[in-house]
Structure formats: C-alpha cells, structure tokens
Nanobody, 125 residues
Framework: QVQLVESGGGLVQAGGSLRLSCAASGRTFSNYAMAWFRQAPGKEREFVAA????????SYADSVKGRFTISGDKAKNTVYLQMNSLKPEDTAAYYC??????????????????WGQGTQVTVSS
C-alpha cells in the first residue's frame, strides 16, 4: 500500500523558514515524479514544485521560485520542500504527490496517482 506522509508544517513569522518532509513507502519511486501542491481556504489547489528523484528535472511555480527548493533523499525515500522568505500568502495546507515520470514533464497539470494527507503551514505577518 502506497503511503505519502507529510510533516514539518507549523506557524512561522513572515520572512521565516520551514522545511516540509514527505516520507514515501509502499513501492519503488525511482521512476516517479514527486511534487508539492498547496491549497488555501476558499482557493483551488495549486502546484508548488516538482522533481524527479534524481533531481535532474525540477519545476517551480513562479510564486515560489527563488524561495522554495525541492529535494530528495533516496536512502530515506523522503522528499523535502525547503521554504525560505515565507510570506503570509504562502499560508495553506501543503500536500505531497507522486506519479510516474513517464506521464511527462508537465508537472503542474498532469494528474497524480498518490497523495498525502497534508500538513498546514501558517505564515503570520
């Protein structure tokens, strides 16, 4: 059974940093794209970042470029989202997702097979 379990969310002041983790289990993810999405109250879910496990392919939403970094630890089967210079508009529930790389590199729009339960990030002004 595939599981994606996020952790690391919390309350932080504007300008601060957080690192989210996504622990993946239940299958081999080496040929998968791993992604982060977020959803704020009353808004649609939006793409944040994605990467191949090798890190050779990455993609970021314009709103987080230069502030967020996605990375992975193959040994731990864990994907991270380092978030720096956080803004109040980054407040949302953050979700980890996975799908085969063979589905293409349109990471923001191609459907994902697996999703985590989410972790809340709140940025105060």
């Amino acid at each position: 059974q595939v599981q994606l379990v996020e952790s690391g969310g919390g309350l932080v002041q504007a300008g601060g940093s957080l690192r989210l983790s996504c622990a993946a289990s239940g299958r081999t993810f080496s040929n998968y794209a791993m992604a982060w999405f977020r959803q704020a109250p009353g808004k649609e879910r939006e793409f944040v970042a994605a990467s191949s496990w090798s890190g050779s392919i990455t993609s970021y939403a314009d709103s987080v470029k230069g502030r967020f970094t996605i990375s992975g630890d193959k040994a731990k089967n864990t994907v991270y989202l380092q978030m720096n210079s956080l803004k109040p508009e980054d407040t949302a529930a953050y979700y980890c997702a996975a799908r085969p790389l063979s589905s293409g590199i349109l990471f923001a729009t191609t459907p994902y097979d697996y999703w985590g339960q989410g972790t809340q990030v709140t940025v105060s002004s």
